[in-house]
């Protein structure tokens, strides 16, 4: 099997602006190709489009807008990790030598259709992702006695960490008082408990070992990737204090890499809502059950930013198809040693965690300098 490198990555600022999605799958691709003089389009044998606005031709689109002329291309779409199933998908055509270069670039709408799983329509008002996670809240909170304030800090940590993060929707800042008192949705989830819908797109240009040197001196290898679809609707949950797929794919990505959570030195959680960050990172060991409202604290207290360092998605905004993308850049950077003011002390392995609708379907991917 090939080694695949993720080796150029592009994107733009998350917005609420009325964007077409052309624009944003075209924009995060330009970004990507200014940024690197030595790629050119001959050089792409794979153009892979991640966005549930499926009703078009994007994938193609994309290549004919770009200048590209792949050997392949088409659209990715799995709800909200849409984004990491692409790069699997990419990494795919390469490790098995159908390819050597493949871009992959995530788009989607603040009015993405994504957002409900329409199979959900029978539960009515329940179909909404406000209330699925209403319900992980609750049975989490009862069962380790979790309070509004431990979930706070999620969301303070993760606003504060946007704030150098120029890519993100919102670099507002929020006292932990503003956070603790926004709007309450529902009995257990307040308006600072959710990530935000927006526009935006990023995209990463993957690599085989034998091409990855003519783009970058700094090459980050995909060394595990685990994914896991247990259903279409949360209902089939047997357990709704934590993310059964999650676990899963977590085991699949350690043991392809040969790595333990002991290794990851950081990590990019999909944090769709505050209680989700706290079962994340448990179900992929990195902390002991019902022992992340304290992490997280410690975390916030002492500036450490090794958990969603660009923010995550409360922090960032989750432009469905374009959030797995981002997460990979992030990971990318770090290991790099270019994330900036975000940037952890020495990284060399990184973890990626992105997920759907209820966290039915998981995707983890663990990532070495």
Same mark, same amino acid.
């Given at each position: ?7 150029? /990555? ?15 799958? $075209? ?20 153009? $892979? ?12 689109? =994309? ?62 008002? /329940?179909?909404?992702?406000? /209330? ?20 706070? /800090? ?24 503003? =956070? ?71 085991k699949i990505a350690f043991d392809m890499s040969h790595l333990k959570p002991d290794n990851v030195d950081f990590a990019e959680i999909h944090d769709a809502f505050t209680v989700c960050e706290f079962m994340a990172l448990e179900d992929l060991g990195l902390v002991q059950r019902g022992k992340s409202a304290q992490y997280v604290k410690n975390l916030f207290e002492t500036n450490n930013m090794k958990i969603n360092p660009r923010g995550g ?51 983890? =991917? $663990?990532?070495?300098?």
């Amino acid at each position: 099997m090939n080694k695949v490198a993720v080796v150029a /990555y592009g994107g733009i600022k998350f917005s609420r602006d009325n964007i077409p999605i052309e624009s944003l799958l $075209l924009s995060a691709t330009k970004n990507l190709f200014d940024q690197n003089s030595k790629l050119d389009q001959k050089d792409v044998d794979v153009v $892979l489009v991640s966005t549930n606005d499926n009703s078009k031709y994007l994938s193609a689109i =994309l290549a004919e807008l770009s200048g590209i002329e792949p050997k392949i291309a088409h659209t990715v779409e799995s709800l909200c990790n849409s984004g990491t199933n692409a790069a699997v998908s990419a990494f795919s055509y390469i490790s098995a030598g159908l390819a050597e270069v493949a871009l992959v670039v995530g788009a989607d709408r603040f009015d993405s259709p994504g957002q409900i799983l329409q199979w959900d329509n029978s539960r009515g008002e /329940y179909k909404h992702p406000i /209330y699925w996670a209403s319900i992980f809240t609750k049975a989490y909170k009862r069962k380790f006695e979790t309070t509004n304030e431990e979930l706070t /800090y999620v969301a303070a940590k993760n606003h504060r960490n946007a704030k150098n993060n120029p890519f993100a929707f919102s670099n507002k800042s929020f006292s932990f008082d503003e =956070l603790m008192n926004s709007k309450i949705l529902t009995n257990d989830l307040r308006m600072s408990d959710c990530s935000r819908p927006c526009s935006g797109g990023s995209a990463i240009l993957l690599a085989s070992e034998n091409m990855a040197r003519k783009f970058t001196d700094k090459p980050v290898w995909i060394s595990g990737i685990g994914q896991k679809t247990m259903s279409a609707g949360f209902t089939k949950n047997k357990n709704i204090s934590n993310m059964i797929s999650t676990q899963k794919a977590a085991k699949i990505a350690f043991d392809m890499s040969h790595l333990k959570p002991d290794n990851v030195d950081f990590a990019e959680i999909h944090d769709a809502f505050t209680v989700c960050e706290f079962m994340a990172l448990e179900d992929l060991g990195l902390v002991q059950r019902g022992k992340s409202a304290q992490y997280v604290k410690n975390l916030f207290e002492t500036n450490n930013m090794k958990i969603n360092p660009r923010g995550g998605l409360i922090g960032s905004g989750h432009p469905l198809g374009a959030t797995g993308i981002a997460q990979i850049i992030e990971v990318v950077q770090q290991l790099q040693g270019t994330a900036g003011k975000r940037q952890i002390n020495n990284p060399s392995v990184g973890l990626v965690h992105n997920m759907s609708a209820a966290a039915t379907s998981s995707t983890v =991917l $663990l990532l070495k300098s």
